[in-house]
C-alpha cells in the first residue's frame, strides 16, 4: 500500500519537550500539506509544501512550530516547547501536484498528547 | 465569515431515507470543491469531487454545486448504518480549506 504514511501515530511528551512528526507523501505526490484537528472540530489548515518549499504557512502558529520538506526523506512538522494546548491529532495529506483540483489523500494521522 | 461553512448537526435519518448535506463557502474565486468521510477517530477519506455547476453522481452520492450561490451539498441515497460520520466539506482556491464537518447519524 503506498498511501501516505505518518508515524508515529501516537506520541506522548511532556511540556516543554520537542515533537517531531514525520509524512512520507504517497508514491509520484509531491505536495504535501498538514492539518491539526481538534477533538469534535474540523481540519484546520497549517502548512503547505513542495520539496525544499514552503508555499504557504499562514496557518502556522508564529512561534515554536516549523515544518520541511527536504529533498530527500520526509516532510517534517516540528513544535518546540509543546504546551497543553498542543495536544491534537496531526493529520499530514499529500496531493499530486498544485492544481486546485487535485484532491488531496489523507495519512492516519499522529495523535500528540502533551502532558 | 467562515470560509466554509457547516451545519455540525447531529442530523439523523432513518435507514433507507436520502441524507442532505450542506456547505456554503465565502471565496467567489474557489475552484475545486470536495466531500470527505470522517469515521470517529479514523483519517478523512474522500468521496466526491466536484468542479462545475450542476450535479456529479457516484453510486449512492450526488454532490450539487452553484457557485452563483456558493453553495455545495451532498445527497445521500438509501442511507446505511455504515454511513454514520462526520462529512467534511473542502474548498480549493490556493489552498484546500475544510468546514467544520456535519456529524450524520443512520438509525436502523
Known amino acids: 500500500n503506498a498511501g501516505v504514511m505518518q508515524n508515529p501515530r501516537h506520541l506522548v511528551r511532556r511540556r516543554g519537550q520537542e515533537a517531531r512528526l514525520r509524512c512520507s507523501p504517497m508514491?509520484?505526490?509531491?505536495?504535501v500539506y498538514w492539518y491539526r484537528q481538534l477533538p469534535e472540530e474540523g481540519l484546520k489548515f497549517m502548512v503547505y509544501?513542495?520539496?525544499?518549499?514552503?508555499?504557504?504557512e499562514s496557518g502556522m502558529p508564529k512561534e515554536r512550530f516549523s515544518a520541511e520538506f527536504p529533498k530527500e526523506g520526509p516532510s517534517i512538522l516540528r513544535i518546540q516547547q509543546v504546551v497543553r494546548g498542543d495536544s491534537a491529532a496531526y493529520f499530514c495529506?499529500?496531493?499530486?501536484?498544485?492544481?486546485?483540483?487535485?484532491?488531496?489523500?489523507f495519512g492516519n494521522g499522529t495523535r500528540l498528547t502533551v502532558t | 465569515q467562515k470560509e466554509v461553512e457547516q451545519n455540525s448537526g447531529p442530523l439523523s435519518v432513518p435507514e433507507g431515507a436520502i441524507a442532505s448535506l450542506n456547505c456554503t463557502y465565502s471565496?467567489?474565486?474557489?475552484?475545486?470543491f470536495f466531500w470527505y468521510r470522517q469515521y470517529s477517530g479514523k483519517s478523512p477519506e474522500l468521496i466526491m469531487s466536484?468542479?462545475?455547476?450542476g450535479d456529479k453522481e457516484d453510486g449512492r452520492f450526488t454532490a450539487q454545486l452553484n457557485k452563483a450561490s456558493q453553495y455545495v451539498s451532498l445527497l445521500i441515497r438509501d442511507s446505511q448504518p455504515s454511513d454514520s460520520a462526520t462529512y467534511l466539506c473542502a474548498v480549493s482556491r490556493q489552498k484546500v480549506t475544510f468546514g467544520t464537518g456535519t456529524k450524520l447519524q443512520v438509525i436502523p
Open positions: 509544501l513542495q520539496k525544499e518549499n514552503i508555499i504557504d
Open positions: 471565496d467567489r474565486v474557489s475552484q475545486s
Open positions: 495529506a499529500s496531493s499530486t501536484d498544485r492544481s486546485v483540483n487535485s484532491p488531496l489523500h
Open positions: 466536484i468542479y462545475s455547476n
Open positions: 508514491k509520484g505526490h509531491s505536495h
